[in-house]
Structure formats: structure tokens, C-alpha cells
């Protein structure tokens, strides 16, 4: 069974409430949230602690743990630059500390 988290900026998440039979039924539910967007914009699809399905260009965290991806939204969170972006400002930046991190 797969479940859904919605993460914010700062690497604090909620886990949505119903199991789902595959990863593409939790990203059916995922495109139905609504104003959860807004202040959770970052969804992932997890089994247990581990990351099993990311949006597009968050490739890299498949198969980790919930608590790295956590640690490192936390760390951009603190940036000078980064406070008050939006979402898509915010993607560029862990698009960025990906490509640091595997180069």
C-alpha cells in the first residue's frame, strides 16, 4: 500500500489520510487537493518511510527516506534568498542542490 505526503517549504509534511492500492491512485488523489497546493506544494508518493514516486525533476530522492528530503528542504529553508519565494523559485534551488549533489 502506498500513501501520499504533502510537504512545504520548510520539510514539514502531512501524511493524507487514505492507503492507495498503486502509486498512480495516490497521484490521482494528489491532483485533487485543491488549496493543500498552496501551503504543502511538494508531493511524494511513499510505502513505509521511503519515497517511491516524486514530481517531475525530483527524481533523485526515489528511494529515500522521508527524513533526507526533510533535512534538506529544512536547510534551504533558512537561505537568505530563498525566504518569501514561491514554489517554483523554490524548485529551482532543490533542482540546483541535486545537481550539486551528484556531481
Known amino acids: ?6 510537504m512545504s517549504f520548510d520539510g514539514e509534511y502531512v501524511t493524507e489520510r487514505p492507503e492507495f492500492e498503486s502509486i498512480d491512485d495516490a497521484w490521482e488523489y494528489s491532483n485533487d487537493l485543491g488549496s493543500k497546493w498552496y501551503f504543502y506544494p511538494f508531493h511524494f508518493v ?13 527524481e533523485y530522492f526515489k528511494d529515500k527516506r522521508i527524513t533526507t528530503v526533510k533535512r534538506l528542504f529544512k536547510r534551504l529553508s533558512t537561505r537568505s534568498d530563498l525566504i518569501n519565494c514561491d514554489a517554483d523559485e523554490y524548485l529551482n534551488a532543490i533542482i540546483s542542490e541535486i545537481f550539486i549533489m551528484t556531481v
Open 46 to 58: 511513499i510505502k513505509n518511510v521511503t519515497i517511491k514516486d516524486t514530481p517531475i525533476h525530483l
Open 1 to 6: 500500500m502506498y500513501q501520499l505526503i504533502c
